[in-house]
């Protein structure tokens, strides 16, 4: 962005003066867009965020100024003194929930939320950084299509895509699972050797969360889902949090800071929540809001001293184990001494059913000029949901071959988990996704031949006759294998066979 400098306000109050670079203050187009957003990030609430104060967009090098978060970043704490446990991870869980609880209900999205924008000051979490991204993504003669602003191990699949428009607040709910992640197990859930190997992991692997206590663990599965769709939003991440918390009590006293922003957060996401049902959301709040004083007392004090810096506060020497349900939950919302209350179940939106044969089309390619010749054959398999309504496939499609009767040939087939692990995929109605085969060619006068194939996502299931496409005339049955090897699909119409 440019340049941070340490200043002070009329009363001697610290602030951070965030100077925009030269080369991009002299372009008409940023600076519109430089207004819009910080316009719009005006308007987030300071909820375990850095509050922006002022701008001057006018000025000859623009420039904003924002509450200064005196202490060290995640990636500072968890560089120094390790991953995280129990109420502190679930605190950080908690505060970088209720920022983008805040920010998004704003109508902000953050773009660029990783463990060095979120800071800690007298032990409380506060992100900084947010709705700036935008105005430098949107500067196109600085930000070429291939160039994103943020940290690639943090980006949403979608953040990929060459249609921005995909990118909304689930692409920040995302980030939040990785930075969860990384605060929790000192690695993030998709790292590779290169931005390009992390890339690909993000578009096409499972996150890895070894580590990750549950529910804590669940719950960022979710939020790491590949399609936007199917992730909670940040309020839901917020509600079910606190709702985790209400099993535990942690005996000591916590600073009310986070208790006060998370009850504050739900509130607004309560007020803002028009496409709610009506007394949906107010049913949950009695019980959630003195769920927070029970999370306030859990919620760990950072102690940073000159001697003992990025020293994180000692833990209790055993995890406290459940403690039982109250007698009904408390209709306070003071964050008072009411006593531990029991979580209620945690509405969630139903997931897609999975994907029959009769929702997709397959499509088998030939990538050889003449796949009927002796030797190894590479071809791709493309699947499209031609329904009306999404639905979900993972693993595998399964080919046989078939002969002129439709007897079906038997061809010794083996699964590989390339280009990678299988993956659960969400198509929705049009979209598809790929998977490569390798196989056998033999000679026709050593191996029956075929002319169709079917194909399935079940392996026990006969399928469909698929269309074939680069093979022999259909009419002649010229497809010899003498075994057959199937990738994992990935989520792409279209790919390369590269193993």
Known sequence: MGTVYLGHGPQGRPVAIKVVKPELAYEDEFRARFRSEVNRARQVPPFCTAELLDADFDHELPYLVTEF???????????????????????????????????HGAGVIHRD?????????????????????????????????????????????????????????????????????????????????????????????????DGLPQPLHDLVARALAKEPERRPTAFELLEELVAAGAATTVAGTGRPELQQAARAALRTGHDQAGDRQTGTVSRWLAPLLSVLGVLAVASVVFAFT??????????????????????????????????????????????????????????VTAQGENPAALGTQKGLVSIENTSNAACRVDGRVHLSLYDPTDSRIDVPASSVNEPGEPVEILLKPGTGAFQGIKWQACDRNE????????????????????????FPDPNRPDIAMSSLKLGTLQPSRQGVVAW
């Open 69 to 103: 978060v005196d202490g060290p970043s995640l990636q500072e704490i968890v560089a120094g003194q390790g991953p995280l446990s129990g109420g502190s991870l679930h605190s950080v869980a908690v505060g970088v929930a209720t920022a983008l609880a805040a920010i």
């Open 113 to 209: 939320l990783k463990p060095a924008n979120v800071l800690f000051a007298l032990g409380n979490p506060k992100v900084i950084d947010f709705g700036i991204a935008r105005a430098f993504e949107a500067t196109s003669q600085h930000t070429g299509t291939d160039q994103m602003v943020g940290t690639v191990a943090y980006m949403a699949p979608e953040r990929f895509d060459a249609d921005s428009s995909r990118i909304g607040p689930a692409a920040d709910v995302f980030a939040w699972g990785v930075v969860v992640t990384y605060a929790g197990t000192g690695r993030t859930p998709f790292g590779g050797d290169t931005a390009a190997a992390t890339a690909g992991a993000i578009l096409t692997r499972p996150p890895k969360l």
């Open 306 to 363: 000159p001697a003992r810096d990025l020293v994180l506060g000692e833990e209790p020497a055993s995890a406290p184990g459940p403690a039982p349900a109250a007698s009904g939950p408390s209709s306070t919302d003071d964050g008072g001494d009411a006593g531990p209350v029991e979580a209620p179940a945690v509405s969630r939106t139903p997931e897609a059913p999975k994907c029959s044969n009769t929702d997709i089309t397959i499509v």
């Open 447 to 470: 191996c029956a031949a075929g002319n169709t194939m079917r194909g399935s996502l079940e392996p026990s299931d006969r399928g469909e006759v698929v269309t074939l496409e680069g």
